[in-house]
T-cell receptor, first 112, second 113 residues
Framework: GQQVMQIPQYQHVQEGEDFTTYCNSS?????IQWYKQRPGGHPVFLIQ?????EVKKQKRLTFQFGEAKKNSSLHITATQTTDVGTYFC????????????FGTGTSLTVIP | GAGVSQSPRYKVAKRGQDVALRCDPI?????LFWYQQALGQGPEFLTY????????KSGLPSDRFFAERPEGSVSTLKIQRTQQEDSAVYLC???????????FGQGTRLTVV
């Protein structure tokens, strides 16, 4: 299957610290999406990036798509306990249609 | 409905038993996806439909897995002769099509004993 790696696998931060997760694909992507999954829950869509070098912000969250469209990052500024969960990137490789493949995920724990 | 609905929410099957998992996508959504999520892992792609056409089934782990969406709406994932390694949460998602966000159902947790 498609290989989409994310690092780190786990991250523990103090509340108020920043957090970043990185997503890397071995192939060029048409687009990349980011999802958040709370423990016991299902993935919830956060954002989609399509253009090379694109940067999008949602309040404390900043999403970037690499220039080569093979990697992406999610940065959270000043984490809160409500940010706890697993963050997944989901990639659509060029030429594969509309299906998307999830990364390995980064589990975020925020210590109050 | 307001969202993607999956049933049953929980299923316990004896090894060797056949199971059928149902997904009701959001009305009007063209694309439908099935994923398998083992405990502590990310969702693994199984198969993808565009309307009634199954465009990609490369993720189905074996010929015991079969999915259909005969009228381009409700989809069923069938697993024949279940085995313990089939134990996982099976997630269904739907979207308006390429480039649109996907909405996930709550999943069906399958436990094979």
């Amino acid at each position: 299957g498609q290989q989409v790696m994310q690092i780190p696998q786990y991250q523990h931060v103090q509340e108020g610290e920043d957090f970043t997760t990185y997503c890397n694909s071995s192939t060029t992507l048409s687009n990349i999406q980011w999802y958040k999954q709370r423990p016991g829950g299902h993935p919830v869509f956060l954002i989609q990036l399509v253009k090379s070098g694109e940067v999008k912000k949602q309040k404390r969250l900043t999403f970037q798509f690499g220039e080569a469209k093979k990697n992406s990052s999610l940065h959270i500024t000043a984490t809160q306990t409500t940010d706890v969960g697993t963050y997944f990137c989901a990639a659509t490789p060029v030429g594969t249609g509309n299906q998307f493949y999830f990364g390995t995920g980064t589990s975020l724990t925020v210590i109050p | 409905g307001a969202g993607v609905s999956q049933s049953p929410r929980y299923k316990v099957a004896k090894r060797g038993q056949d199971v059928a998992l149902r997904c009701d996508p959001i009305s009007g959504h063209v694309s439908l996806f099935w994923y398998q999520q083992a405990l502590g892992q990310g969702p693994e792609f199984l198969t993808y439909f565009q309307n009634e056409a199954q465009l990609d089934k490369s993720g189905l782990p074996s010929d015991r897995f079969f999915a259909e969406r005969p009228e381009g709406s409700v989809s069923t994932l069938k697993i024949q002769r279940t085995q313990q390694e089939d134990s996982a949460v099976y997630l269904c998602a739907s979207s308006l099509g390429g480039g649109f966000e996907a909405f996930f159902g709550q999943g069906t947790r399958l436990t094979v004993v």
